[in-house]
């Protein structure tokens, strides 16, 4: 009887132990099944990192667009290195107020379509994409602007902002018609979405004192863009791989509620925007930006009036960005008083002058001037002006 006793004690000794035991091997089993896993998980998405120097370049889909869903608007490539994981990628497209998000899953408002590349899982450099209406009917057959968004956890992707969708007919042109003759008699042309196409379609413009939107892309053919007078743009000013544009004059333009963008003009010398006060101030507080990229033959730019330029409601775009436009010699922005976003000038071999005086008062994010081997950065109280200054690679200053 003592035998037995003593023997249930043991056993019941025993049973804690085991438990404990495989208490500690399941852990370890559930440890290793979720290493495997989230190793399984990285691989199937890429090697890049989060901040990406890939761009993306975006044309009109040519498809025949009208009422109803499934219409494919935009034709898309990446350019770089990196390959983009969907599992961080957003892209979101937008007419208007009207914003669409675009997945690789249908079901969505716009669809993604992938072609050219061998990863289903990431957007690979050179993969052409297709984005494509979804459970929304976002072109309904007239001209669409459709500007395009493209984070990559969190970081924008630099590329082409804004394409002009036409499906009805293969044109792009919107207008109103000049008046002829040599007097010209001003109106307002708040409505109209200005697309110039040819060196003609400038002059249905000739008599506006203010345009919805100014737009310029991928035209041949167009050299000169003078709007005496042009007051304001409701929307944004938009010259994109135009490659006979030389000058821009648009003497009189006060306001730009969104941006200002000039990006990859290879024959542009000259841009006069010197009465241009304010850009992104707008009633929906989206901000704006002044943009200046790869314009190879630039050699001014005249900002003279230039004062404030507006961040978003997330406290986004707001900034003034001059980079690679590789013959620039000067930008007057003398008047500048505040950047709600950052200040960035770098990459011009021969940039000898930036007018900026004491009237810059605030840059609420950074300052970044690089690289800038011939200029003599002027000499203003840069802590004073921004909680970020970063300068280096530039010129010596002989006074």
């Known amino acids: 009887m003592k035998n037995n006793e003593k023997r249930m004690e043991e056993e019941r000794a025993v049973s804690p132990v085991i438990a404990t035991i495989l208490m500690v091997a399941i852990t370890v089993v559930l440890a290793g099944v979720l290493y495997v896993w989230a190793n399984n998980l990285a691989s199937e998405g890429t090697g890049t990192t989060m901040s990406t120097l890939n761009t993306y370049t975006a044309e009109d889909a040519d498809d025949e667009t009208g009422v109803g869903a499934d ?76 500007t395009i968004s493209i984070t990559n956890g969190g970081r924008s992707v630099g590329g082409s902002p804004l394409i002009l969708v036409d499906g009805a007919s293969g044109s792009n042109s919107v207008g109103s018609t000049s008046t002829g003759g040599t007097t010209v008699t001003t109106e307002s042309c708040a409505d109209v979405f200005a697309v110039i196409e040819t060196q003609e379609d400038v002059s249905n413009y000739a008599h506006c004192t203010d345009l919805d939107a ?32 030389e000058m821009v004059s648009l003497p009189k333009l006060e306001e730009v509620e969104k941006y200002v963008y000039f990006h990859k003009n290879p024959s542009l010398e000259s841009v006069d925007l010197s009465s241009l006060e304010d850009v992104g101030n707008n009633d929906d507080n989206d901000g704006g930006y002044v943009y200046f990229y790869h ?16 961040v978003n409601e997330y406290g986004d775009q707001g900034y003034v960005y001059f980079d690679n436009n590789d013959v620039l010699l000067s930008i007057d922005m003398s008047s500048l008083e505040h950047v709600g976003g950052y200040l960035y000038i770098s990459g011009h071999d021969i940039l000898t002058t930036i007018d900026l005086t004491s009237s810059l008062t605030a840059v609420d994010d950074y300052v970044y001037i690089y690289s800038n081997p011939d200029l003599c950065v002027p000499s203003l109280n840069w802590d004073d002006i921004s909680d970020s200054v970063s300068m280096g690679g530039n010129g010596q200053c002989t006074n």
């Open 71 to 146: 219409d494919t608007l935009v034709k898309m490539q990446m350019t770089g290195k990196d390959e983009l994981s969907w599992s961080f990628v957003k892209i979101t497209i937008s007419i208007g107020d009207n914003v669409y998000t675009c997945s690789v899953i249908a079901g969505d408002d716009c669809e993604i379509g992938q072609a050219a590349g061998d990863n289903d899982n990431a957007w690979e450099p050179s993969e052409y994409l297709f984005l494509k209406e979804g459970t929304e009917d976002i072109c309904d057959g007239t001209v669409c602007p459709i």
């Open 295 to 310: 314009n190879y033959a630039l050699e001014s730019v005249d900002l003279s009036s230039l004062k404030n330029v507006y």
């Open 214 to 245: 100014l737009y310029l892309h991928q035209t041949s053919g167009v050299t000169e863009v003078n709007l005496p007078h042009l007051e304001k743009i409701y929307r944004y000013a938009y010259f994109h791989q135009n490659s006979d544009l």
